[in-house]
């Protein structure tokens, strides 16, 4: 049974910073991308960032880009997306996902696993 498990979600101020992680199980990924998507309230879900297997690339939403960085240990099947500088607009249910390629892509339909989410909210 495929299970992805987020933690580190929370209630933070702006400017704070959280640590995500999703813990992959149940099949191997090797060789996948890994991603994070959020939807946030009355917003449809969008692509935050993602990365290939090997950790050498990775793909950015604009508006989080040079706050929020994603890493993987693969070798433990988990994604990382470490968040800085947040703000208020940042609030969102999280959610890692795994895709069915091996090439970093930003539509929901690339990707095959998802976790239930973790809460983020920061406050202003």
């Known amino acids: 049974q495929v299970q992805l498990v987020e933690s580190g979600g929370g209630l933070v101020q702006a400017g704070d910073s959280l640590r995500l992680s999703c813990a992959a199980s149940g099949v191997s990924f090797s060789g996948f991308v890994m991603g994070w998507f959020r939807q946030g309230p009355g917003k449809e879900r969008e692509f935050v960032a993602g990365?290939?297997?090997?950790?050498?690339?990775?793909n950015y939403l604009d508006s989080v880009k040079g706050r929020f960085t994603i890493s993987r240990d693969s070798a433990k099947n988990t994604v990382y997306l470490q968040m800085n500088s947040l703000k208020p607009e940042d609030t969102a249910v999280y959610y890692c996902?795994?895709?069915?390629?091996?090439?970093?892509?930003?539509?929901?339909?690339?990707?095959?696993?998802w976790g239930q989410g973790t809460q983020v909210t920061v406050s202003s």
């Open positions: 996902a795994v895709s069915r390629w091996a090439i970093i892509s930003s539509r929901e339909t690339s990707y095959a696993y």
């Open positions: 990365i290939n297997w090997s950790g050498s690339s990775t």
